[in-house]
T-cell receptor, first 115, second 113 residues
């Protein structure tokens, strides 16, 4: 789904470095999410934002921060990367509306390796 | 908060047989239950969903059932094919302006030829 893009797609960094993962969407959705995927642990929510002025912590927010620069952009930062933050990171948007259902549209993922 | 448990974590079935993946949820207020499929190396994508006012929903070879009393829901895939091999995630949410979707831990389904 080219409407949700993530940069970079792959990143290798060293312990202690600060890095930023970026997400952009052209779907016009208000809701955006950052997930982390580890083998056997499914999709764990890091942070989410329901609009530009709204930022909420998910279940595993420690060690991460986010910025919602605009409706279309939601960035995830690792202030001081550590090896156990090695994972696949997904950004997602959703079309919450009056229909009673909410479909999440995922970006292609960013594979991060912290040495 | 909501907690979603998914079983089994891995499942292997013969091509042509059926596959069933089960999930339970903890918050009785949850009323929307989507299923996502993630093929190898790709992003998760919605394949089917059900709302709490419906007990069953079908879309070709896939179906989802919901038991609100027991707080569990299941994904059924019939006549499995090689392209069904993937990781499947269930999820639950309370559809409201303040809710968020909670995902299960995933099931890796393999179809044996």
């Amino acid at each position: 789904d080219a409407d949700v893009t993530q940069t970079p797609r792959n990143r290798i960094t060293k312990t202690g470095k600060r890095i930023m993962l970026e997400c952009s969407q052209t779907k016009g959705h208000d809701r955006m999410y950052w997930y982390r995927q580890d083998p056997g642990l499914g999709l764990r929510l890091i942070y989410y934002s329901f609009d530009v002025k709204d930022i909420n912590k998910g279940e595993i927010s420690d060690g991460y921060s986010v910025s919602r620069q605009a409706q279309a952009k939601f960035s995830l930062s690792l202030e001081s990367a550590i090896p156990n933050q090695t994972a696949l990171y997904f950004c997602a948007t959703s079309d919450f509306g009056a229909s009673g259902q909410e479909t999440q549209y995922f970006g292609p993922g960013t594979r991060l390796l912290v040495l | 908060g909501e907690n979603v448990e998914q079983h089994p974590s891995t499942l292997s079935v013969q091509e042509g047989d059926s596959a069933v993946i089960k999930c339970t949820y903890s918050d009785s207020a949850s009323n929307y239950f989507p299923w996502y499929k993630q093929e190898l190396g790709k992003r998760p994508q919605l394949i089917i969903d059900i709302r709490s006012n419906v007990g069953e929903k079908k879309d070709q070879r896939i179906a989802v059932t919901l038991n609100k009393t027991a707080k569990h829901f299941s994904l059924h895939i019939t006549e499995t094919q090689p392209e069904d091999s993937a990781v499947y995630f269930c999820a639950a949410s309370m559809w409201s302006s303040a809710s968020k979707i909670i995902f299960g831990s995933g099931t890796r389904l393999s179809i044996r030829p």
